[in-house]
């Protein structure tokens, strides 16, 4: 547990600019994407922005009080809040309490606002396999000791499933993986869920058509410009506008109606636009810059006597920002098939703003309570 000391240190400097520079880059973004799209479906341009600033605000609060909060005390809710995470995925699969959007019942909706209970699955479920796994850590070479985890994916991945989110499923699927590996599960039996879990994509693709048609678009979306190869070839062309400088701030032609969803999950394309390929090259660095260094606060963590839960929580929460951005990226990119991911911290969405920056207020905790090499500050607290 940490000191009285050590709580009122302040968070890695370099952490705290770099969550900064991505929030204030995104709200930008998501204005200059969305303010056409916004007076003409809302009769105000600021629509989107100001309701994004909203749910910043609500997010820095939550990571407030992450960052303030007694870790230790809260492993005690780290079953229980499994156990809500679950049974809210499992409500809002009911009829009549699920708000459905575009043929997913992924929401719940509390009067104008709604919100995702799969963005609280996966800081609950960090938050119970780092307290589990450093509890049973040694344990772990013995495969019936993962036997409980695996009965739990199976659960959170029914639910997934059964909200058509299979994209949160292959997130989640490779967090776990890692948190496992890292808390000394032998890399052998990481193989396992892997040899299970190709199989079972390819099952879960092949019995809905609108995810063959997808991985179909992927493969060659020109086959279908006007169908499902539509959202992949505007964001391409997006992309390709951009060139080496972009066409400037706010000049993008794509946003103009034909990339749909310029805001949201594909807001990179939007920026590749106008920035160009420096732009989107700064943004994927800063990116890069962030998962490196909250890896680093999770090795340091380590470190310490007593340290295997919060290193492994550290793990968890930048493997999830960090394996989202890859996904995002690669969607819009071409890279892969469409997922619905959305870019954390920069697309709009408010349940993943407000839950991302909690769980980097947890990340801001545990970095304020170790010494980093080379950290040229700290950020006020």
Known sequence: MLTKTQKLESPDFLLFFLTVVLVISGLIMIYSASAILAHDRYGSSYYFFLRQLMWICVGSAGMWVAYRADLESLRALAVPGLFLGLLLMGLVCVPGIGRTVGGAQRWFRLGPLSFQPSEILKIVLVFYLADSLDRRKKLLSNWQALVPYGIITLIWAALLQKQHDLGTLVLLGLVTVLMLILAGMPFIYGLIPLSVSIP????????????????????????????????????????????????????????????????????????????????????????????????????????????????????????????????NLGVVTGLLPTKGIPLPLISYGGSSMVFTLFSIGILFNISSGVKLSSAPQRATA
């Open 200 to 327: 079972l994509i390819i099952y879960l693709v092949e019995s809905a058509s609108y995810r063959m048609k997808r991985i179909s678009a992927f493969l060659n979306p020109w086959d279908d410009p006007q169908g499902a190869g539509f959202q992949l070839i505007q964001s391409l062309i997006a992309v390709g506008n951009g060139g080496p400088f972009g066409v400037g701030l706010s000049n993008s032609t794509q946003k103009l109606f034909y990339l749909p969803a310029p805001h949201t999950d594909f807001i990179f394309a939007i920026i590749a636009e106008e920035l160009g390929l420096i732009g989107a090259g700064t943004l994927v660095f800063v990116f890069g810059v962030f998962v490196l260094r909250g890896f680093k606060v999770a090795a340091a963590s380590s470190q310490r006597e007593g340290g295997t839960f919060q290193a492994l929580l550290a793990s968890g929460i930048t493997a999830l920002i960090g394996f989202q951005a890859i996904m």
